[in-house]
């Protein structure tokens, strides 16, 4: 038997997870761009914005719809504190200036992609999702073998969780165009350093695999 990543997706043993999805790092006027000057916006993040609005979010809609009705687990992880001083952030955190006080707005999913009523949402205070929650206990207990990644931002909270999870065990599927940086090279960079660690599909492939699997 030969072991791969190149294994399509099982609805019962999968789940996807969005992450960093929120008011705070994807809405103009969450806190991390709080400050700054039109031009400024412009400057460091006209690119990134216009791919979140044209291409990025509507990817996560598609990707989100399709697993619902496959019957895929659907996931999302915000960062944002257990406290309203953010005293249980990690050091990076604090170091970095990342503060979303528990129940802020800015710590909400984007409204474009509202979790449903019964879907999970983890709030974080690392990089990584599993090192600042308990969702590898979840998605054991929800008997998830496949995680399905995609979220902001490419090379950072969304490279960190493709490793750990890798490292815990998971088959992971990164999805390449429902995930965005603040270049177009950081991402693409971001994509060849990890693609040891995951199987990478567009949004039209994932799709119409989770399709394949309802048919």
Same mark, same amino acid.
């Given at each position: ?26 809405? %103009? ?14 400057? %460091? ?9 044209? %291409? ?154 989770? %399709?394949?699997?309802?048919?």
């Amino acid at each position: 038997m030969t072991l791969t990543r190149e294994v399509p997706l099982e609805p019962g043993q999968s789940a996807l997870l969005f992450i960093d999805v929120q008011n705070f790092a994807a809405h %103009r006027k969450g806190a991390e761009f709080a400050g700054l000057s039109e031009a400024e916006f412009e400057s %460091r993040y006209g690119w990134y914005f216009r791919e979140l609005e044209t %291409r990025v979010i509507p990817n996560m809609q598609r990707l989100q719809a399709a697993c619902r009705k496959a019957g895929v687990e659907v996931l999302y992880t915000t960062i944002e504190s257990l406290t309203k001083d953010g005293r249980d952030r990690s050091l990076d955190y604090k170091i970095t200036g990342f503060h979303v006080p528990k129940g802020s707005w800015d710590g909400r999913v984007l409204d474009e992609l509202a979790p449903a009523d019964d879907e999970i949402w983890l709030p974080k205070t690392s990089s990584s999702v599993f090192v600042s929650t308990h969702i590898d206990y979840l998605l054991r207990n929800l008997g998830v073998r496949q995680l399905v990644i995609s979220g902001l931002i490419t090379d950072q909270c969304v490279e960190s969780a493709i490793r750990d999870a890798c490292d815990l065990g998971y088959l992971v599927t990164q999805v390449t165009d429902a995930c965005a940086t603040y270049s177009q090279e950081r991402h693409d960079h971001s994509l060849r350093t990890i693609r040891g660690y995951c199987r990478q599909v567009t949004t039209d492939g994932l799709v119409e695999e989770l %399709r394949g699997t309802a048919a």
